[in-house]
Every structure is written in C-alpha cells, then in structure tokens.
C-alpha cells in the first residue's frame, strides 16, 4: 500500500480537504465591547456623568463611576469565558502518522487530508475520522467520546472517531472525514459557541435596568422641563445661565433612579464567593456559576469519573469445583495481576492475592478485547499447566457441564458485576514461535480440555465520599439522574452502591427515540420523566437528555470528566468538570472540581445560597431607592418645583443607606434555603417601601417650600428625612441582627451625625443651616414613616408564600 503522493496531499489543502480544525468562538473582543458599552442605559447615564464634566460639576459626577465598573466587569466576564474556550481541543496530538508514497511520515495534524492513511499503533490518538482497512489485534479506547469503559476491538470496515486512543495492537486506517466534519470538530464547534450561564440573579437584574431604561427617557422629559420651568421657563433659563442648575438638578433626579451599585455589589459578592471556592479546590469559570448549584434541582451525573473513582476493585471470588480456591490458583491469579501486560481490570488482583508461583511461566498470553481472554502457562511446580482468564461466554463455550457456571455469570452479569472466569488445563503451552520480520505472529487459540475453576467479579471503586454527597443533595431535594455511556446493568449497580434508590437495570439508550423522527421529542420527554438511570449513552444523546429535563421544568447540572459529556455539560444550566477530566470537558464547564473530590459540591450549594440570599436583600435595598427617585422625579416635575437634591447630596445619603452597608450585607453568612422567583419577591418589597418613603420626603419638602424657606435649607431637610427614613429600610434588611448588622446600621446612623458635624462636609455638600422647627418636622416625619415601614414589612411577610 503505497497512501497519497505529494502532489495529492497538495492538490487537498488547497481544497480545503485538511484537517484544520474551526477556530470560532462566536462573538470577537469588540462585539463583546459594544454589547457592553454601547446600551441605551449606559447611553442616558454616560451622557448625564459627562454633561456634569463639561459644565464643571466633577463633585456631582461620582455615580459615573459606577457605570465604568459595570461596563469593564461585563467585559472581563465575557472576555474570560471566550478566552476559555479558545483553548478547548478535542485532539491533542500535535502530529499524526501517515503512509505517503509507501513511506510512514510525521505530519502535523491539520496537515492529514481526506484519503490519508493513517498508521496507527499502541498510544496514537487518531486525529481524524477513518475507516480501518488493515488491522492486527488493534483495540481501540473511546471512553472520553463515548464513555464506553472498555477497549473495542477494531477490524477492517470499523469507523474510527477522532480523538479516541489505540490502547493495544496497530493497523492502517483511511481518513473518511477531516477538519469541520469530523466527530472532533463537531462536539469542538458546538462547545466552543459562546454562551453565558442562565442566572437568574443577572437576569432579573438585566430585566430591571431594561425597565428602567424604559423610564427614563418619559420620566426624564418630565423632571426636565419642571427643573426649566421651576428656574423660570426655558427662555429665561437659558438666557440668564440659570439652565446650567436646572440640568444639574434634572441629572440628580434621574441619577436617582437607578441601581447603579446594584449590578456591581452583586459582581462583587460573586466574586468573593468564587475566591472562597477557589480555596477549597474549585475553580469558578464564570461568577454567575456561584448561584447555579443553588439553583439546581437536577443533577446528572456521568459515572466513570464522578460516582467512581475510574478504578476497578476486586469484588468477590467464587470457586466452582471445590469449597476453597487452591494455593496454586491464588498463586496464578497473583501472577496475573502483578503482570506488567495486565490490564486494569486484572490488576485489581493485586488487592488479595500478593504470593505468584516461584518458577518462571513457559508462556504468557496477554488480555485482547478480540479474544476477551488471556493465559499463562507453567510447565512444573504446583501451578503446572495452563490457566485462562477471561470472558465466561467465550473462555467455557466448548466447555461441557459449564451451564451453572455461566448463569452464576449471567447473575452477576445482570447485577452490573464485571465478572471473569478462571479456567485450568492440564496441556503445557509451547514457547511462542518467533514471526517473520515485519510481520506479527498469529492470533493464538484457546487451549483445550478446560475446566472452569471460578467465578472473579470486579466492580468499579466508587467513590467515598459519592454516597453522603448524594445524600446530601436528596435531603435538599434535588433529584439525580445518572447518564453514562457504559453498560446499563453496570451504571445501574454503581448507583445502587452509591445510594440512588433504583430497581433493575438501568435504561438502554439504544432504546430512545430516533431525534429525526416526528414526536421524538414528546417521547424523550416522557422517558425522561420516569427514569434516573441510563447506559449506553452517546454524546448527542446526553445533550437532548439535558435539554429534555429543561423543557420538563428542571434546572439541571451536569458533571463528568470525558469529552463525551462535554455536550450536556455545555447546555446544562451548570456544567461541573473533574480536575482529572479531559481538556475540553474541563474548558467548556463553568465549574470545575480541581482536585476531583465530589464532596466538594455541598460547599458550592452553600456559597450560592450565600450569594442569593445577600443579593436578594440588596436588590430590595437598591430597589427601594429606585422607586422613590422615580416618585421625586415625577411629582418634583409635575409641580414644577426645583429638585431638592444636588447629585452629590443624593451621593452622600446612598453611601450611608445603601452603598457601605451593602459591602457588608453582601458577603454576611446566609443559609436560607433557595426560592424562585427573587425579582417577583423584591418588587412585593421595595414598591411599598419605597412609596413610604418617597411620601414622607415629599410632604416634608412641601412643608418647607410652602413656608418660603431657602433651596439650601430645603435641601438640608430633605437629607436629613431622606437618609432617617430609609435607613429604616436599612434595620428591616438587616434582620435578624448579629454583631455585624447591628454594628452596621449603628453606624450608618451616626454617620448623619459625623457629617453635619463637619464643617468642610457641609460646605462640599453645600447644605444650609435649618431652623429647629424644620429640623423637628423632618425628624418626627421621618419618625412616623419608619413606622409606616414597619407595620408595611410585617403585613408583606404574613402575605408572603413560604
């Protein structure tokens, strides 16, 4: 076979027929900039942060900050995803072997073109989709793509899947796909799609700056023209530079609305929660994934590399033809585990038997998954003659008076054990025969006049900690679904042993609704819906699985470690890798358990539910202060009156009712249990609070300014009802009170206090000194509407479903 010549290979990447793979991953650096910068919110505020600029109130234009926050935290958190997966590969080998003009070269792998002919050994990865047309005991390992635990025997006409590994044999193979439309390329193109994790903490917090952006422009033509005509009316504002006021005026009151520390404290407390996971040997991809496990009421889990620990344990050893295994077989079965062709399975005998025959074996045939057997044979001593170990239905076919044997074997079979007989001869095999240069020797036959000696069972180690980790997610009922790609009867036995409550094997994916047919979806549906436990498995098969839970109503999780799972590890709602995984699965999850310990997850719960529950109570503190800006806004304008706040007023009241309490209230230790719907929670919250509060300062400035007092006075009363009435806000949030909250709203209170006393303070804030009737009318108004506050919050708490 002499494979392409040079001018063919040429001839098919000038053609596009190599084997490079697609790069993309969906939006570039500046699509993700003017998706992030170039909003109509950021427009409103941007515009407002730089007319302040120009007319030279820089003191009045901190909020802008804010905004520059947000924009460079939305970008990073793309950005960083994007830059993730750019490193995902499904192939890793750097060149592939190829027979061109009868001579096997190196060639780089996005060199190896469409009829290619791949020369494939023991520990080569195939780099590109191939049939095999020469095969020579050539076992293939798919369990990364496939998840198919044992190396499957590959004979001429078999299809090979870029990306999986040739654990034993060699052979040739002829490349039928290359770059794009390989099996790599595929699962690579559809992981690599940019995509962010649902979060419903970003999505209710996106849906209320879009409704506020909303707001704005009707609210704002409002507070405009009332701040115009509150100077005069628009000819005289401009004419005599009184505008210049009124537009600071009309930017304080739409600053007002909006939460713009709401998106950054909340960024925040994710971002303090994934250093605390990073501490404990998780590694947050995106922040958003802090929440999601709280969220999760599904988890799937893949088998191999999740529930086990990838390792075969010795079971059990049953013997067939005595009531104890013999000294000599113990001594063969330690021999055959202390073999250094002993596969993994067979090494797990090492556990029990530890003393191998003293003398030397004529010959020892290694384990093929063709045969499914292997042998040793000793000429003298106790262990004379020829010992198999293999598969039950192939090593006793021929064997007469085996039929108890193998239903013991079909028992175990059906029980998930991974079982193998033991099987002696008396017949001593001859030395193997050299073969010929180049060529490999034939395919041995299995002796004769076998005798089964006893039944080995394995199992797969799981892990210790799987079966108190599962336990722990089904006292917070979250149900579990374990999907795999190995077989159903061995998948159902592991979650058995890990504690996943199931009867009987599990279910056969071969047995699923064909995708391309009419209602397929409506099937899976239902199958979904009535089994937790499913074998054989494909890729594609796992991501519709996944998506059938979330049409379901399910919010999903799903773990794994092999570049089989990384479809439904992408499309879940949270994707969970192993640390030990592959490097796609590990690039494309948005958790990743580094040091692969699976207990690691109820740690993630609790520091979502964290996040959750500190971010619902700030979007009730920032919320609140939405909805009575948008009250000022709208009567200050309707009545014409001047807006009794300059934006570094308002400033200064957010920092001591909102901003520094709410670096503490964000990242407080916080165990409430996760509930839906925290958006529909907080408006039952905020909307009364804040027209409580928004009335209380209304009447107050409407005191003040009927009683002729000046715009610097009225101001000063109006900081002082605003920041005493919402701090009230403030107690009510922060309950129940430890150290912390107590020490907190102490000391937003005394900070009214520290700055009236300063003089430098007032005069940056430009506030007037009140007579002490005004200062009494705005305490005990204030008074009365922390009153109204409470009796609102209890009333709300007795309605609210728990």
Same mark, same amino acid.
């Given at each position: !076979?002499?494979?392409? *010549?040079?001018?063919e290979?040429?001839?098919r990447l000038?053609r596009?027929?190599g084997?490079?793979?697609?790069?993309?991953t969906?939006?570039s650096f500046w699509?993700?900039m003017?998706?992030?910068?170039?909003?109509l919110?950021?427009?409103?505020?941007?515009?407002? #942060?730089?007319?302040? =600029?120009v007319l030279g109130?820089w003191?009045?234009?901190?909020f802008?900050?804010?905004?520059?926050?947000?924009?460079v935290?939305?970008?990073?958190?793309?950005? +960083?995803a994007?830059?993730t997966?750019?490193?995902?590969a499904?192939l890793? %080998?750097?060149?592939?072997r190829?027979?061109?003009?009868?001579?096997?070269?190196?060639?780089?792998t996005?060199?190896?073109?469409?009829?290619?002919?791949?020369?494939?050994?023991a520990g080569?990865?195939v780099?590109?989709?191939?049939?095999?047309?020469?095969?020579?005991?050539l076992d293939v390992?798919?369990s990364?793509?496939?998840?198919?635990?044992?190396?499957?025997?590959?004979g001429?006409g078999r299809e090979l899947m870029?990306?999986?590994t040739?654990v034993?044999?060699?052979?040739?193979?002829?490349?039928i796909?290359? *770059?794009?439309d390989?099996?790599?390329?595929?699962?690579t193109?559809?992981a690599?799609q940019?995509?962010?994790v649902?979060s419903?903490l970003?999505g209710g917090?996106?849906?209320?700056?879009?409704?506020i952006t909303?707001?704005l422009?009707?609210?704002?033509?409002i507070?405009?023209?009332?701040?115009m005509?509150?100077?005069?009316?628009w000819?005289? %504002?401009?004419?005599?530079g009184?505008?210049?006021?009124?537009?600071v005026?009309?930017?304080a009151?739409?600053?007002? !609305?909006?939460?713009?520390?709401?998106?950054?404290?909340?960024?925040v407390?994710?971002a303090v929660g994934?250093?605390?996971?990073a501490?404990?040997?998780v590694?947050v991809?995106?922040?958003?994934?802090?929440?999601g496990?709280?969220?999760?009421?599904?988890?799937c889990?893949?088998?191999?590399?999740?529930l086990?620990?990838?390792?075969?344990?010795?079971?059990g050893? @049953?013997?067939?033809r005595?009531?104890?295994l013999?000294?000599?077989?113990?001594a063969?079965?330690?021999?055959?585990g202390a073999?250094r062709?002993?596969?993994?399975?067979?090494?797990a005998?090492?556990?029990?038997?530890?003393?191998?025959?003293?003398?030397?074996p004529?010959?020892?045939?290694e384990f093929?998954?063709?045969r499914k057997w292997s042998?040793?044979?000793?000429a003298d001593?106790p262990?004379?003659?020829?010992?198999?170990?293999?598969?039950?239905?192939i090593?006793?076919?021929?064997?007469?008076?085996?039929?108890d044997?193998?239903?013991?074997?079909?028992?175990?079979?059906? /029980?998930?054990e991974?079982?193998?007989v033991?099987?002696r001869?008396d017949?001593?095999l001859?030395p193997?025969?050299e /073969?010929?240069?180049g060529?490999?020797?034939?395919?041995?036959d299995?002796?004769?006049?076998l005798t089964?000696?006893?039944?080995?069972s394995?199992?797969?180690?799981?892990r210790?900690?799987?079966? @108190?980790?599962l336990?722990y997610?089904?006292?917070?009922?979250?149900?579990?679904?374990?999907?795999?790609?190995d077989?159903?009867?061995?998948?159902?036995?592991?979650?058995?042993?890990a504690?996943?409550?199931h009867?009987?094997?599990g279910?056969d994916?071969?047995?699923?609704?064909d995708?391309?047919?009419?209602?397929?979806?409506a099937?899976?549906?239902?199958?979904?819906?009535e089994h937790?436990?499913f074998g054989?498995?494909t890729?594609?098969?796992?991501k519709?699985?996944v998506?059938?839970?979330?049409?379901?109503g399910?919010?999903?999780?799903?773990t794994?470690?092999?570049?089989?799972?990384?479809?439904?590890?992408k499309?879940?709602?949270?994707?969970i890798a192993?640390?030990? *995984?592959a490097a796609a699965?590990?690039a494309?999850?948005?958790?990743?358990? =580094?040091?692969?310990?699976?207990?690691?997850?109820? +740690?993630v719960?609790a520091e979502?539910r964290?996040?959750?529950?500190n971010v619902?109570?700030l979007?009730?503190?920032?919320?609140?202060?939405t909805?009575?800006?948008i009250l #000022?806004a709208?009567?200050f304008?309707?009545?014409?009156w001047p807006?009794?706040?300059l934006?570094?007023?308002l400033?200064?009241v957010d920092?001591?009712?909102?901003g520094l309490?709410? =670096?503490v209230l964000?990242?407080l230790?916080n165990?409430q249990?996760? +509930?839906?719907g925290?958006?529909t929670?907080a408006a039952?919250f905020?909307?009364?609070?804040?027209?409580v509060?928004g009335?209380t300062?209304i009447?107050?400035v409407?005191?003040a300014?009927?009683?002729?007092?000046a715009?610097?006075?009225?101001?000063t009363?109006?900081?002082?009802?605003?920041?005493?009435t919402?701090?009230?806000v403030?107690v009510?949030?922060?309950?129940?009170?430890?150290?912390?909250?107590?020490?907190?709203?102490v000391?937003a209170?005394?900070g009214?206090?520290v700055?009236?006393?300063?003089?430098a303070?007032?005069?940056?804030?430009?506030l007037g000194?009140?007579p002490?009737?005004l200062?009494l009318?705005a305490v005990? /108004?204030?008074?009365?509407?922390?009153l109204?506050l409470?009796?609102?919050?209890r009333?709300?708490?007795r309605?609210?479903?728990?």
């Amino acid at each position: !076979m002499q494979g392409l *010549g040079a001018a063919e290979v040429r001839e098919r990447l000038e053609r596009g027929q190599g084997n490079a793979m697609p790069s993309s991953t969906g939006r570039s650096f500046w699509r993700i900039m003017q998706a992030n910068l170039f909003t109509l919110f950021n427009l409103i505020v941007g515009g407002a #942060f730089a007319l302040l =600029l120009v007319l030279g109130y820089w003191q009045d234009a901190l909020f802008g900050l804010f905004v520059i926050a947000n924009v460079v935290i939305g970008v990073a958190q793309e950005f +960083r995803a994007k830059i993730t997966l750019s490193r995902l590969a499904v192939l890793n %080998a750097p060149k592939a072997r190829v027979l061109r003009e009868g001579t096997t070269v190196e060639a780089p792998t996005a060199e190896v073109v469409l009829d290619d002919i791949l020369v494939l050994a023991a520990g080569d990865q195939v780099t590109a989709d191939a049939e095999v047309i020469e095969a020579h005991g050539l076992d293939v390992d798919e369990s990364l793509l496939t998840g198919e635990a044992d190396p499957v025997a590959s004979g001429p006409g078999r299809e090979l899947m870029s990306g999986s590994t040739v654990v034993a044999g060699s052979g040739l193979a002829r490349v039928i796909r290359v *770059g794009g439309d390989s099996y790599a390329a595929r699962i690579t193109a559809e992981a690599k799609q940019f995509s962010l994790v649902r979060s419903e903490l970003r999505g209710g917090i996106a849906r209320i700056i879009r409704w506020i952006t909303v707001l704005l422009l009707p609210v704002g033509t409002i507070v405009v023209n009332g701040q115009m005509q509150a100077a005069g009316g628009w000819a005289v %504002a401009i004419e005599s530079g009184a505008w210049r006021e009124a537009a600071v005026a009309a930017t304080a009151s739409l600053i007002a !609305m909006i939460p713009q520390g709401l998106v950054f404290m909340t960024s925040v407390a994710l971002a303090v929660g994934a250093v605390k996971l990073a501490q404990h040997e998780v590694l947050v991809q995106e922040l958003a994934a802090v929440e999601g496990l709280a969220r999760v009421d599904m988890l799937c889990l893949d088998k191999t590399g999740t529930l086990t620990e990838g390792r075969m344990v010795l079971d059990g050893v @049953e013997p067939l033809r005595a009531t104890d295994l013999t000294p000599p077989a113990q001594a063969v079965l330690a021999w055959m585990g202390a073999d250094r062709d002993a596969n993994a399975t067979t090494r797990a005998l090492v556990e029990r038997f530890t003393e191998p025959p003293t003398e030397q074996p004529v010959r020892a045939i290694e384990f093929s998954s063709r045969r499914k057997w292997s042998a040793v044979s000793f000429a003298d001593g106790p262990a004379r003659g020829t010992w198999v170990l293999g598969a039950p239905d192939i090593v006793l076919a021929d064997v007469p008076d085996s039929e108890d044997a193998l239903l013991r074997f079909d028992e175990r079979a059906t /029980a998930g054990e991974r079982t193998v007989v033991l099987a002696r001869t008396d017949v001593v095999l001859a030395p193997p025969i050299e /073969a010929p240069e180049g060529e490999r020797p034939p395919e041995p036959d299995l002796p004769a006049d076998l005798t089964a000696v006893a039944l080995v069972s394995f199992r797969e180690k799981v892990r210790d900690d799987a079966h @108190e980790t599962l336990g722990y997610f089904r006292e917070q009922e979250v149900e579990l679904c374990v999907i795999s790609g190995d077989d159903p009867r061995t998948v159902a036995a592991v979650a058995r042993e890990a504690g996943i409550q199931h009867d009987g094997p599990g279910f056969d994916a071969r047995q699923l609704p064909d995708p391309d047919q009419e209602g397929s979806e409506a099937e899976l549906d239902a199958i979904m819906a009535e089994h937790r436990v499913f074998g054989r498995v494909t890729p594609e098969q796992k991501k519709a699985m996944v998506l059938s839970l979330q049409r379901l109503g399910h919010t999903v999780a799903m773990t794994g470690d092999g570049v089989n799972d990384a479809l439904a590890l992408k499309h879940a709602d949270l994707g969970i890798a192993m640390g030990s *995984g592959a490097a796609a699965t590990r690039a494309v999850a948005r958790l990743v358990l =580094l040091d692969g310990q699976f207990s690691r997850l109820p +740690r993630v719960v609790a520091e979502g539910r964290q996040v959750i529950a500190n971010v619902e109570r700030l979007a009730k503190l920032f919320l609140s202060k939405t909805t009575y800006a948008i009250l #000022f806004a709208v009567v200050f304008g309707a009545l014409l009156w001047p807006f009794p706040f300059l934006p570094r007023q308002l400033s200064i009241v957010d920092g001591l009712t909102i901003g520094l309490p709410a =670096l503490v209230l964000a990242l407080l230790p916080n165990i409430q249990r996760y +509930r839906p719907g925290f958006l529909t929670r907080a408006a039952r919250f905020c909307i009364p609070s804040g027209l409580v509060v928004g009335g209380t300062l209304i009447s107050v400035v409407a005191y003040a300014y009927l009683g002729g007092y000046a715009p610097s006075v009225v101001q000063t009363a109006a900081v002082i009802t605003l920041t005493l009435t919402a701090l009230w806000v403030l107690v009510i949030l922060s309950r129940p009170f430890t150290w912390i909250t107590s020490l907190v709203v102490v000391a937003a209170y005394a900070g009214l206090g520290v700055v009236f006393a300063i003089p430098a303070a007032v005069d940056f804030l430009q506030l007037g000194a009140a007579p002490l009737d005004l200062v009494l009318v705005a305490v005990g /108004a204030s008074a009365i509407g922390s009153l109204l506050l409470e009796v609102m919050h209890r009333v709300v708490s007795r309605s609210d479903p728990r």
